[in-house]
């Protein structure tokens, strides 16, 4: 910080008043998220604060980005933020937090980078089908993700769903 030394107390005691001031705003976020909002998206990532291992979790969608930190990556975190009973779109990125969370009664959506993954693996398990279902679908997201670029420049809806590779 611009070589100025500064202690850990006063960081403590000025993230302390940060907290205490923003605390009713992010309750009634909060509150405002599990009541109105239709869809979010949930993600979160570690971080090492002080040699230990964290999380920083983010919700947001086009209105609104919540940051919620924690030491822990478990559904219980997620329960805090939207509630034991969300009624809206979860889109996550199938972290298993995601898929202990029964509070969904909605419909809970992968974001499409997992989806490859999930396919790759169902490539290799032996079974009825299962490589040529996966290849299909392979085949399908990567022209979806060929064609998109034109798709953002028109927003032409009807020409990306018929587009031909």
Same mark, same amino acid.
């Given at each position: 910080?611009?070589?100025?030394?500064?202690?850990?107390? *006063? $960081?403590?005691? *000025?993230?302390?008043?940060? #907290? +205490? /001031?923003?605390?009713?705003?992010?309750?009634?976020?909060?509150?405002?998220?599990?009541? *109105?909002?239709?869809?979010? $998206? +949930?993600?979160?990532?570690?971080?090492?604060?002080?040699?230990?291992?964290?999380?920083?979790?983010?919700?947001?969608?086009?209105? =609104?980005?919540?940051?919620?930190?924690? #030491?822990?990556?478990? %559904?219980?975190?997620?329960? /805090?933020?939207?509630?034991?009973? !969300?009624? +809206?779109? $979860?889109?996550? #990125?199938?972290?298993?937090? !995601?898929? +202990? !969370? *029964?509070?969904? /009664?909605?419909?809970?959506?992968?974001?499409? /980078?997992?989806?490859?993954?999930?396919?790759?693996?169902?490539?290799?398990?032996?079974? =009825?089908?299962?490589?040529?279902?996966?290849?299909?679908?392979?085949?399908?997201? #990567?022209?979806?993700?060929?064609? !998109? %670029?034109?798709?953002?420049?028109?927003?032409?809806?009807?020409?990306?769903?018929?587009?031909?590779?």
């Amino acid at each position: 910080m611009g070589q100025i030394e500064i202690g850990v107390g *006063t $960081l403590v005691g *000025t993230n302390e008043g940060i #907290d +205490g /001031s923003v605390a009713q705003s992010i309750h009634s976020l909060k509150q405002w998220i599990k009541q *109105t909002q239709p869809h979010i $998206l +949930g993600d979160e990532t570690p971080w090492v604060v002080k040699g230990l291992k964290q999380w920083l979790w983010i919700f947001a969608n086009s209105d =609104f980005p919540l940051f919620h930190g924690s #030491d822990t990556p478990c %559904p219980g975190e997620l329960e /805090s933020i939207v509630g034991s009973s !969300y009624s +809206g779109v $979860l889109i996550s #990125d199938d972290f298993t937090a !995601y898929n +202990g !969370y *029964t509070g969904h /009664s909605s419909t809970e959506m992968s974001t499409t /980078s997992t989806l490859p993954r999930h396919f790759k693996t169902l490539i290799k398990i032996p079974g =009825f089908n299962h490589q040529e279902i996966g290849t299909t679908f392979m085949d399908l997201i #990567d022209e979806g993700f060929k064609n !998109y %670029p034109l798709f953002q420049q028109t927003q032409n809806l009807h020409e990306f769903l018929t587009c031909p590779s």
